[in-house]
């Protein structure tokens, strides 16, 4: 066992003889290749911020720029003592396609976050839905986002989800359109009904005055008098101004004697002489 720490001992000494040149070089690659692939990370960092990039994503892709350079150094330092540097490339690029097959959904999610980051179809607080999931956003990042839903509860959605679907963002416009249907019956005043429901949305000071408010007959159904309804508000007042209309029109109608019908069958009975 002596015998042979010594025999390694004495050819570490020999090779270092033989390639001290090579090994400072190496040294000095190394480590100004590092300084300098700090420092261009820092330049792409600064670039992406001026940029106005979002911070989630300017902190990824620096991470993988710095750590692309830092390899490549390496490489070149390896190279420089020697070594056949062709083989250490192959297995690299070969450990990258494994690599990317067994994480070729992490690699679609983040691709997916990419996308929502720089297009950016909703942010931080915007009611959508997306992935199958209603909700308010509450963090984006990189592999998925983070929702909470009316029920309070969070929900994690892969970003390949919701990029690969519909988003409908309830946010992102400052106004909407309530749509409402209120039936009344056939026997009941459709010009008072009308009149009245003219009343109450000009009256409701949530509801704005432009664009003008669609109060129309909409259909003539089976049981009842179909009377659309349709006022613009700002998005904040959406449900409020919704909830309100169907309990107040309710009373309303009550109280004007106006019937709100409910699905009913006539059944006719034909005696058969015997």
Do not use: C
């Amino acid at each position: 066992m002596e015998n042979m720490l010594l025999g390694f001992v004495d050819v570490a000494v020999e090779w270092l003889q033989t390639n001290t040149l090579s090994l400072i070089l190496a040294l000095a690659i190394f480590v100004i290749g590092r300084w300098v692939a700090h420092l261009i990370a820092r330049l792409f960092k600064s670039v992406l911020l001026r940029a106005k990039v979002d911070t989630i994503l300017v902190d990824f892709l620096t991470g993988i720029v710095n750590a692309a350079l830092v390899l490549f150094v390496i490489i070149a330092a390896v190279d420089q003592l020697g070594v056949d540097t062709t083989s250490l490339v192959a297995l690299i690029g070969a450990a990258g396609i494994a690599v990317g097959l067994a994480l070729k959904d992490s690699l679609q999610n983040f691709a997916s976050g990419v996308m929502l980051i720089v297009f950016r179809p909703f942010k931080a607080g915007d009611f959508i839905d997306a992935g199958g999931v209603t909700g308010i956003v509450e963090k984006i990042s990189v592999f998925s986002t983070a929702m909470r839903t009316p029920d309070n509860k969070e929900v994690i959605v892969p970003n390949g989800n919701i990029y690969g679907g519909t988003i409908t963002n309830f946010s992102a416009r400052s106004t909407r359109r309530v749509d409402m249907v209120f039936g009344i019956g056939y026997d009941s005043d459709l010009l008072k009904a009308k009149s009245i429901l003219q009343e109450m949305v000009s009256t409701d000071e949530r509801i704005l005055p432009e664009p003008e408010p669609v109060i129309a007959v909409g259909e003539l159904a089976d049981s009842s008098v179909n009377i659309l309804v349709r006022p613009w508000v700002n998005s904040v007042d959406y449900w409020s101004v919704y909830w309100d209309m169907q309990e107040r029109v309710k009373l309303r109608f009550d109280e004007e004697g106006i019937t709100i019908p409910y699905p009913q069958m006539d059944v006719h009975v034909n005696s058969v002489a015997q």
